[in-house]
């Protein structure tokens, strides 16, 4: 246990970088080179991340809805607005990344060790069942606090660092994807375990044949939020740990641009604008299909643990995608196989809101075919962002890590905030309350919501990647090459 302790939490790296420039510098002493254990340190960051993430895109909608008896309108406006406040906080603390002192372990990772703690807690008072028979207007009240407190603090504060933290770790474009597909499949893990154990653990049926009810159990969903945030913890401890920053950018360019200074070269940079207005329909599209999950299964369909299922059909589906992404991103290029990905996610939503199964289990099956499209895509995201990065530093002359993935978090907090807010406005739209959960009209309402919306956000995904979005397979080896030879001079 000691050796274990000393293990997560007593990492001693000594100081490894020189003062010659961006690239990469090995310690006489025996500094590793990047390899297997940076990137399953890496995916275990996003493991911790979206135990706390997933969950309350998932399930945050479904149990203030359903076990604090909150309107669905409420509640997604109520997100909405906090997650504007992230306009706020992501550019903050990208500037506060770019200014932090270097220490030993790096300029990023600290970060994960001082803020896991909190954003455990704060995801884990998310849910506090304990509160669901108080007034209303207490309810809303927690929610609105917590959640800022938990999403626009805690978790901006410690998912900025963790975002930038890919750029530092290698300058290479092969490694840089290789992060990217393992930090999906940090991800992905998170979500399988999420969206099986919580149908499976946390749904109560009440009542027998066509009478039969499946509803959420407010105490043993907060049982399970708990259980989530104790994990996340120790996969931020692990991912500091195992992962090592081994890039730094020539001392002369450390200092960073003043805000307006970000700000212009924001919007002045295609691929920076390009690649924020992805990522908003893309979380969009991604987000209502996920959150509306926790309705089409217990309330169209009748039956929650056919999502837990429908969560190992995706996994399989996201791990064909892992196997494939790298040589087919290597042959055609990210964006490439990104928008043709999209593409085949939005053929089949449409598929399913013209055809609507009444099986259960054929529903299942074929959304594994969207999750198949969208995996293609997941697994190449994050390097995208890294290619943008790259981008902007030849364009600008200084290197951003920081402020660029403050503001594309902040455009993906944007496609979070659009999915709750747009999901619960549509709810409310189609008549959905605790009284009318299972009335046939609103159950075809869920349905139409839950694939339809998802589809038109996919198509309009695939052509900012493929009209708008500079950085297609030519470009990126370009700028790969200018700034090794920058950096080499």
């Known amino acids: 246990m000691h050796d274990f302790l000393r293990f997560v939490f007593l990492p001693a790296m000594r100081p490894y970088y020189t003062s010659k420039g961006a690239v990469p510098m090995l310690r006489e002493e025996g500094l590793r080179p990047f390899g297997v254990r940076d990137k399953i340190g890496y995916l275990l960051g996003d493991l911790g991340n979206d135990f706390t993430f997933l969950l309350a895109s998932s399930f945050l909608l479904k149990f203030y809805t359903d076990v604090m008896g909150v309107s669905p309108l409420t509640v997604g406006l109520l997100m909405m607005v906090t997650r504007f406040l992230d306009a706020f906080t992501d550019v903050a603390m990208g500037r506060i990344c770019d200014h932090s002192r270097r220490t030993a372990a790096g300029k990023f990772k600290p970060w994960l060790r001082r803020m896991c703690v909190p954003v455990a807690l704060l995801s884990f008072l998310l849910y506090p069942a304990f509160l669901a028979a108080a007034p209303t207007i207490v309810k809303v009240v927690w929610l609105f606090g917590v959640y800022i407190l938990w999403g626009s603090v805690c978790y901006t504060a410690i998912n900025i660092p963790y975002g930038s933290m890919a750029s530092a770790i290698s300058p290479e474009a092969g490694d840089r994807q290789s992060l990217s597909t393992w930090r999906t499949m940090g991800g992905m893990f998170a979500g399988v375990a999420v969206s099986v154990v919580v149908p499976l653990l946390a749904y109560d ?10 509803v959420l159990n407010g105490g043993r969903f907060m049982l399970l939020a708990g259980v ?20 730094r950018v020539r001392s002369a360019e450390q200092k960073p641009p003043s805000f307006l200074d970000m700000i212009k070269n924001a919007v002045k940079n295609r691929a920076l604008i ?3 207005a992805a990522s908003v329909v893309m979380l969009f599209a991604q987000l209502t299909l996920q959150s509306m999950a926790g309705y089409v299964f217990p309330n169209y369909y009748r039956n929650a643990a056919a999502q837990s299922a429908s969560t190992l059909v995706m996994g399989i589906a996201m791990a064909v995608a892992a196997a494939v992404a790298k040589p087919l991103a290597a042959r055609f290029g990210k964006a490439e196989i990104s928008a043709v990905s999209n593409v085949f996610a939005a053929a089949v939503s449409l598929a399913l809101w013209l055809w609507r199964p009444q099986n259960v289990w054929v529903y299942v099956a074929v959304q594994g075919l969207c999750w198949l499209g969208l995996g293609l895509f997941s697994m190449v995201s994050w390097a995208l962002i890294t290619d943008v990065i790259d981008h902007a530093e030849l364009k600008n002359g200084v290197r951003e890590d920081g402020a660029v993935y403050a503001l594309y978090s902040f455009a993906r907090k944007l496609g979070q905030a659009a999915a709750a807010g747009f999901s619960g406005v549509l709810l409310g739209a189609v008549g959905y309350s605790e009284a009318t ?31 708008w979005y500079p950085l297609h397979k030519r470009q990126v080896q370009e700028n790969t090459e200018a ?6 001079e």
């Open 205 to 214: 049926t009440v009542g027998t044949g066509e009478e039969a009810r499946v």
């Open 228 to 247: 989530f945030s104790l994990l996340a913890v120790a996969c931020y401890l692990l991912c500091y740990r195992l992962v090592t920053e081994r890039v």
């Open 274 to 276: 390009s690649i924020i």
């Open 437 to 467: 959960a299972f009335d046939p009209a609103v159950t075809r309402g869920i349905f139409t919501v839950s694939t339809l919306v998802p589809a038109i956000g996919f198509l309009l995904l695939a052509a900012v990647l493929w009209f």
């Open 483 to 488: 700034l090794k030879q920058k950096h080499n």
